[in-house]
């Protein structure tokens, strides 16, 4: 039993140790021999990778590495830009969402995604949440009651606005309008939440308390969050990639990578001698 | 230390440009000022002659039998010239509105096709023949109405004027086109890619994104194009002395000839004498067009500023 998370390549076995806590979540997504380039810059590069359920996984490294690209192509946003190729597969549930059989559309609200800055639409609170639901049809108003009034309580917004859920969302502070953006993912009800950088704008309780959060929904969600605070990927993560180049240099336990890691290039990220 | 020393110049070429700067910056307004003064002050002599009830063509004076519907005309050069408005505002208007509408069906649709969906090869090609498009001359459009389309359109309708207002509609519509496109494009563009990405990233189709999110983020935006393009509608003047007819009736028919503000003033103000009654007249009709544009102007400004304080994140 080895190579379970995987590696940068199938000829290199490492990355492994006593796993016991790990081994109990099933795998959620596999990326398998996933290449992605940006016209002739190769973005990521064989990429194997294991993301577990119902944990939180942590993609670290300095800037360009490719993990917010990496991010994006487990909900297939990168499918939006212009001149992007992707080889590989990646899978959810075992099925590959890169098969011409998936509709992006679908997946979308399986996979939500939280992004770097807060982008609640100029609406109100009530209609950013409910926004994702109105897509599916959804018009029954005691149905979209409960739901937002449940979302918002998940990302434990809702005492601080539950009397202005109809005033613009645009008056919320930063902190408050990224837990929208949280309560408006989790709304479409998905199983997985990808989160961009979602605290790097943010003041630090503001960020303590997205953290916290986290902690909550990854009893119920599969999470992988990019951050560029190791601090924070020690705090909030079971699980942590270390890219460099493109390339996942190292996966593994959270607490094996930020203590005793495989590599010399993640020690030398870690202990912060370069990067 | 000497070196720190301000150096007297004899002159002050800083100081010098500044100010020139300053005056290229406030001509523009001080150009409106004096043509606004002007106008006025020519229109309001009118006054001197004539009741301001003139203006709707209902006089009160009159016995009963003379105050009926036909006291509603512009009728200048007669031994008792009317100077209603209401057939000039009804005609401008009878133009300018058909004229927005397609405009704005055609240019919003133009707009949200080269902002959201038009591959950039598209875009780069129809955006300039779009622009093109703006820089054919009013009268070159006119011409063309005239002669061609006019003829067509009898054609199809089976009007009974060859010349009416929706001839010249189409014309106007056609130089519309560009301004709304243009704005609305720039208005849509500006929706921050932010807001995009958050609706695919809730499972939004293309279509559904531009229309829950797109449209709405830029509807202040479009809103002013097509009061900036009203604006234009209401001021084009060659086009509709060309193809409209020119009969100054008062009508909702839009298969009707009509005369517009604009080209009465154009086909009148040269052959009529300075300081008459019939002058004055014309300057307050200038200056009724001008209020109307100049509040249209004001309302898209308002609404444009609306738009970006709503988008700000």
């Known amino acids: 039993m080895s190579n379970e998370l995987g590696t940068i390549d199938k000829n290199q076995m490492s990355v492994h140790s006593d796993m016991q806590t790990n081994l109990e979540n099933q795998i959620k997504i596999q990326a398998k021999d996933l290449n992605l380039f940006y016209g002739d810059n ?59 059989k998936i509709d992006v559309v679908a997946l979308r609200r399986v996979i939500g995604m939280v992004f770097q800055k807060s982008n609640p639409f100029p609406k109100s609170i009530y209609e950013n949440v409910a926004y994702g639901l109105r897509l599916i049809g959804m018009k029954n108003k005691t149905e979209l009651d409960e739901i937002v009034e449940h979302s918002l309580k998940q990302s434990a917004l809702w005492k601080e606005i539950k009397d202005r859920l109809h005033e613009s969302a645009l008056q919320l502070s930063g902190g408050q309008q990224q837990r929208l953006c949280i309560a408006r993912a989790l709304a479409v009800s998905p199983e997985v939440i990808l989160m961009d950088e979602p605290a790097s704008a943010l003041d630090p309780i503001s960020t303590a308390k997205i953290e916290e959060l986290i902690h909550q929904l990854k009893e119920n969600y599969t999470i992988v969050i990019v951050t560029h605070n190791m601090q924070q990927a020690a705090r909030v993560s079971d699980y942590t990639a270390y890219f460099y180049m493109g390339d996942m240099v190292e996966f593994d336990d959270t607490k094996k990578i930020f203590t005793n890691p495989e590599k010399k290039e993640t020690e030398d990220y870690i202990t912060g001698r370069f990067g | 230390m000497k070196d720190l020393v301000k150096k007297k110049h004899l002159f002050n070429s800083e100081w010098f440009i500044e100010k020139t700067l300053l005056f290229a910056g406030v001509s523009s307004v001080l150009i409106i000022a004096l043509i606004f003064v002007f106008l006025f002050k020519e229109a309001i002599l009118f006054f001197q002659t004539r009741p301001p009830f003139d203006l709707i063509g209902i006089t009160v004076f009159d ?219 014309l300057f307050l009709v200038g200056a009724v067009l001008f209020t109307i544009t100049f509040i249209l102007n004001l309302c898209s400004e308002i609404v444009i500023n609306r738009m970006r304080q709503n988008l700000r994140m």
């Not at chain 1, 990429?47 to 670290?60: D, F, G, S």
């Not at chain 2, 309708?157 to 243009?182: D, M, Q």
């Open chain 1, 42 to 100: 190769h973005a990521l590069k064989n990429i194997h990778m294991n993301i577990r359920e119902k944990a939180a996984t942590a993609l670290i490294g300095p800037s360009g590495c490719g993990k917010s690209t990496f991010l994006r192509t487990l909900n297939r946003m990168n499918d939006t830009i212009p001149g992007v190729r992707r080889t590989g597969e990646i899978n959810l549930d075992g099925v590959n969402i890169y098969d011409s």
């Open chain 2, 63 to 281: 016995s009963w039998e003379e105050k009926n519907i036909f006291k509603m005309m512009w009728q200048a050069v007669n031994e008792t010239p009317k100077y209603s408005l209401i057939p000039l505002v009804c005609g401008s208007f009878l133009v300018a509105f058909p004229a927005t509408v397609m405009a704005s069906v055609f240019g919003i649709g133009a707009a949200i096709y080269l902002s959201e969906i038009a591959p950039n090869k598209v875009r780069e090609t129809l955006k300039p023949s779009l622009e093109l498009l703006a820089s054919i001359p009013s009268v070159v459009v006119g011409f063309f109405m005239l002669a061609v389309i006019a003829t067509i359109v009898q054609n199809i309708t089976g009007s009974k004027f060859r010349l009416n207002a929706f001839v010249g509609a189409l014309g106007v519509a056609l130089v519309t086109f560009p301004i709304i496109v243009s704005i609305s494009e720039d208005a849509l563009r500006a929706v921050p890619k932010e807001l995009r990405d958050a609706s695919y990233a809730l499972g939004a189709s293309k279509w559904q994104t531009i229309w829950n999110t797109v449209l709405p983020a830029g509807v202040s935006g479009i809103s002013a194009a097509v009061i900036l393009g009203f604006g234009r509608a209401l001021g084009e003047t060659m086009i509709v002395v060309m193809a409209t007819g020119n009969a100054a009736l008062v009508t909702g028919d839009i298969f009707s000839s009509v005369r517009t503000m604009t080209a009465t003033i154009a086909a009148e103000l040269g052959a009529v004498a300075q300081g008459s009654e019939h002058y004055y007249a």
